[in-house]
């Protein structure tokens, strides 16, 4: 027996739809529930605004990334796990790859859009740090997050405009992995290089 497919699901795959064929910005929430036979009340519960879309969509990759995930081996490398858990997130990305060309390219340069893509950034970033066996949380945590959801954010246009192999999306977090890992480096060996100055 078949599953039954959630009212979000429903949503999220309705609104796939709907971006496909109208665009991000002439999207209606309202036409976009009719169509997928939410009723109102259910659709705004469940998305009051387009912020709360994106955070829908987002939510689905993560549970692909879930769903895909290995247990970590903690004995390799962190930055290896990193790297595998972040291609995860961006393999679970591709059954929506048509659709976030749109709402990418109609969101260059608009503050707004950008910023409403923050909050499902970040969240997913947690759960690649998680996935990963990498501090979610702290100081530490804090900014393992950010530089994930930076690298997601940034990583982003190279996916949508890459082949099925990934293989320019691959280069491109291994080279930014790489230039963070250098900035790490340098922080640590200057506040080495302070300690050692306040101890003579």
């Avoid at 795959?13 to 036409?31: D, Y």
């Avoid at 009723?39 to 709360?52: F, L, N, S």
């Avoid at 945590?141 to 192999?165: C, H, M, P, S």
Wanted: glycine share 4%; hydrophobic share 45%.
């Amino acid at each position: 027996m078949a599953a039954k497919t959630s009212p979000e699901d429903k949503l999220v795959t309705a609104a796939l739809a709907a971006i496909e064929e109208q665009g991000w910005a002439a999207l209606s929430l309202t036409a976009m529930a009719r169509k997928a036979k939410i009723p109102p009340q259910t659709m705004y519960e469940m998305c009051p605004d387009k912020r709360a879309l994106l955070s829908l969509m987002a939510k689905r990759t993560d549970i692909a990334l879930l769903e895909r995930a290995d247990e970590p081996d903690k004995g390799s490398p962190a930055r290896d796990r990193a790297f595998d858990a972040i291609l995860n997130w961006f393999e679970g990305l591709a059954p929506m790859r048509p659709a976030l060309r749109i709402i990418h390219n109609e969101s260059v340069g608009n503050l707004g859009e950008i910023i409403d893509l923050i909050p499902a950034t970040m969240r997913s970033a947690q759960w690649i740090a998680d996935c990963a066996a990498l501090p979610s949380t702290g100081w530490e945590g804090f900014f393992v997050t950010r530089a994930i959801g930076l690298l997601l954010a940034e990583t982003l246009g190279v996916w949508l405009n890459d082949g099925d192999d990934l293989a320019k999306t691959m280069a491109h977090v291994d080279r930014r992995m790489r230039t963070m890992e250098e900035w790490v480096s340098a922080l640590r060996q200057a506040n080495k290089s302070e300690e050692t100055a306040d101890t003579d």
